[in-house]
């Protein structure tokens, strides 16, 4: 008979078996995504909400939290449904002095920087050069402005300093400005949304309006994962990681738009020209100011293969990639320290700032 | 080995070709999805197997969208739009694809082990 020693507790193989069992439990765990989505029209699109840990929020009340408060931008800072933009558009053209309406103003101070800091490129206060393109109704359609009508919208073009604001009150001093901040307020929206999640508890977010994203806080022990979709094809261009806290917002040619005489006419419209811009097809930015990289996308776009790095520099915008509308990639490379292409293709850096050309790669 | 007998050794052996089935499934080059997630503004999530090869209509504030789904992978056939946003993606087939119809309100992802997207950008 062989020799058995005592033991107080279960047999080791008893011991193997379930530390094995906890690695097996512990393996399996990693099925499935570790985040929540949600899914909700706002602020006229798609709001796409990811949540980190899957679980551990109330869906229900983050959903109902967000869209109220989306809905309640929307209707403040829509260009052509009446509310309190157009309101202001009316009392600005009138050319006296009235209160500023708190909603609207943030707006006007972003946009009186972001106008300083582009020359006038980007310029929110030609609503009605963006009218005339028949881009104030809910389904875009033509026919584009005469060249007559371009000529006479063209000739003395407001500016956002065409507005007088002594930090109470605002008066117009141009009789055909018109606000329109379609280049600027989904920042501004994403911004506030993610700043309700924290309110309401949340850590670790994604808050993605009809494309345009920002992050609050990250997961733990990983970027978040975020897929760029490819501008002239199916499926997905690139993937881009994200740290806590940092927005992506493109402008496209792809989005709001109508044909024309077998010619796509498209909603990024160009201050010089009057006319929809050309050359870029697609305007990426990563920035950690949402407002910034939402106008940065609207005016790389505008700029032009030309100009896009030195407005890129203008704006401090060190992360953006651009769609050509050849086709052909270019990007900063502190953008291409993020990106994963996911096809293959020739890319072109160039820096931020003026002369900065280099070889592609 | 003293103090083993035949059942231990059976149960270890179990325990490890157990263990090492899971990793290899959790920890090695991830496979291809599973299921479609449906996700509607205002609707519970709906989930589709991608096992069998069908067409299904997801009825939507702006019309139908048409979804193509296939063994391991789906795509947006069809849906209201004039930007084609839904069908540009493509077929959806690695974990976390997406695709997204703005005018019906909808996200179509794929899932299995390790989603490669948290968010889709467009």
Same mark, same amino acid.
């Given at each position: 008979? @062989? ?46 909400? %990811? ?17 109220? /408060? ?15 933009? %157009?309101?202001? @558009? ?27 800091? %582009? /020359?006038?490129?980007? @310029? ?70 993610? =700043? ?5 508890? #949340? ?8 494309? /345009? ?22 499926? *997905? ?9 940092? &927005? ?6 792809? =989005? ?28 990426? *930015? ?10 940065? &996308? ?7 293969? =030309?100009?896009?790095? &030195? ?17 052909? #990639? ?6 291409? @320290? ?24 | ?45 709906? +989930? ?72 889709? +950008?467009?």
């Amino acid at each position: 008979m @062989n020799p058995r020693r005592p033991s107080s507790g279960p047999p080791a193989v008893l011991r193997l078996a379930l530390v094995l069992l906890l690695l097996f439990l512990n393996a399996c765990g990693r099925e499935g995504p570790d985040t929540d989505r949600l899914a909700f029209q706002a602020f006229g699109t798609l709001v796409d909400v %990811t949540l980190h840990p899957a679980g551990a929020h109330d869906l229900q009340q983050v959903e109902s939290a967000l869209r109220e /408060d989306l809905e309640a931008m929307h209707a403040s800072w829509h260009a052509w449904e009446p509310g309190p933009l %157009t309101d202001t @558009n009316r009392l600005l053209a009138r050319g006296t002095g009235f209160d500023a309406p708190a909603s609207v103003l943030p707006l006007i101070e972003h946009a009186r920087e972001l106008e300083q800091r %582009t /020359d006038g490129l980007f @310029n929110p206060a030609l609503g009605r050069l963006i009218a005339a393109w028949g881009f104030h109704q809910d389904e875009p359609a033509g026919p584009p402005p005469s060249a007559a009508t371009l000529t006479a919208l063209l000739a003395d073009p407001p500016r956002i300093a065409d507005i007088d604001y002594d930090g109470e009150r605002l008066r117009g001093t141009h009789p055909a400005l018109q606000l329109d901040f379609g280049g600027l307020a989904k920042g501004l929206a994403v911004a506030r949304s993610l =700043e309700l999640l924290a309110e309401l508890g #949340v850590e670790h977010a994604i808050v993605n309006a009809g494309g /345009d994203l920002m992050t609050l806080g990250q997961p733990a022990g990983r970027p978040w994962r975020i897929g760029v979709r490819d501008p002239q094809g199916a499926g *997905v261009l690139a993937a881009i990681a994200l740290g806590a806290d940092e &927005a992506l917002f493109s402008s496209g040619d792809y =989005e709001r738009g109508y044909e024309w005489d077998g010619k796509r006419i498209h909603h990024v419209i160009d201050p010089r020209t009057g006319k929809p811009s050309e050359g870029i097809a697609s305007a990426t *930015v990563l920035h950690a100011d949402p407002a910034l990289a939402d106008a940065a &996308a609207t005016t790389l776009m505008i700029a032009g293969p =030309e100009e896009w790095p &030195a407005y890129a520099h203008r704006l401090g915008v060190d992360h953006a990639l651009l769609v050509l509308a050849d086709g052909s #990639v270019e990007l900063t490379p502190a953008m291409e @320290n993020r990106v994963d292409f996911r096809r293959d293709l020739e890319y072109r850096l160039r820096e931020p700032g003026p002369d900065t050309d280099r070889e592609p790669r | 080995m003293p103090g083993l007998r035949w059942g231990d050794a059976v149960m270890v052996a179990l325990a490890v070709a157990l263990v090492s089935s899971a990793f290899g499934v959790a920890y090695m080059p991830r496979g291809g999805a599973t299921e479609l997630v449906v996700t509607q503004a205002g609707a519970t999530p709906r +989930h589709y197997p991608l096992d069998v090869a069908r067409t299904i209509g997801i009825d939507g504030a702006a019309g139908v969208t048409t979804i193509r789904i296939e063994p391991g992978r789906a795509r947006c056939l069809d849906s209201p739009g004039s930007q084609r946003i839904c069908e540009g993606a493509g077929w959806l087939e690695r974990p976390g694809d997406m695709a997204v119809s703005l005018p019906n309100r909808l996200v179509l992802q794929v899932q299995g082990p390790g989603a490669d997207f948290d968010s889709m +950008h467009f």
